[in-house]
């Protein structure tokens, strides 16, 4: 599938395109990550792993996550008109994908494997991942509006 959206895209485009797009939605990936590390930490405190990230490594990474949408946002126009836009429609199409799998193909119903990581009897970052999305959004969003493009 990978494969036919990339032709897909350079048949409607060229490949510095494509490019471009990819850029984008790899950052925001790249954001999703680094955030992830330390509400995984919160949520999963007590859990064993074979390494254990220091606290101010785990935090150093959360705030250059921000800092990478900060340079998508104020970056991504200049590779040409619409790129963010472009790159955020790219990123939106997994949701179908997602549906598509989780209730045609699952039938609605998360694997067994799944079960451990969603029993979880209290999350402990509570509204703290969305303040963290909402954090992103903003960032993302003001570096976009006050960037200048030549004329």
């Known amino acids: 599938t990978d494969l036919l959206f990339n032709l897909l895209l350079l048949l409607m485009s060229n490949d510095m395109v ?5 850029n984008v939605c790899y950052m925001i990936f790249v954001f999703l990550n680094l955030q992830a590390g330390w509400i995984h930490r919160m949520d999963r405190a ?4 074979p390494y ?4 101010w490594l785990l935090a150093f ?3 250059l996550g921000y800092l990478d949408l900060v340079f998508v946002g104020a970056g991504a126009n200049f590779q040409g008109e619409h790129t963010l836009r472009n790159g955020l429609l790219t990123v939106l199409m997994i949701l179908p994908v997602f549906a598509y799998r989780h209730y045609w193909q699952d039938k609605g119903q998360f694997p067994p494997s799944m079960a451990e990581d969603m ?8 509204l703290l991942p969305y303040l963290a999305l909402a954090g992103g959004i903003a960032a993302l969003a003001l570096s976009a509006f006050l960037t200048v493009l030549p004329a």
């Open 18 to 22: 494509v490019l471009s797009v990819s």
């Open 119 to 126: 029993a979880l009897p209290c999350a402990r970052a509570g």
């Open 46 to 49: 007590d859990w064993i792993r």
């Open 52 to 55: 254990r990230c220091s606290l």
């Open 61 to 63: 990474g959360a705030g």
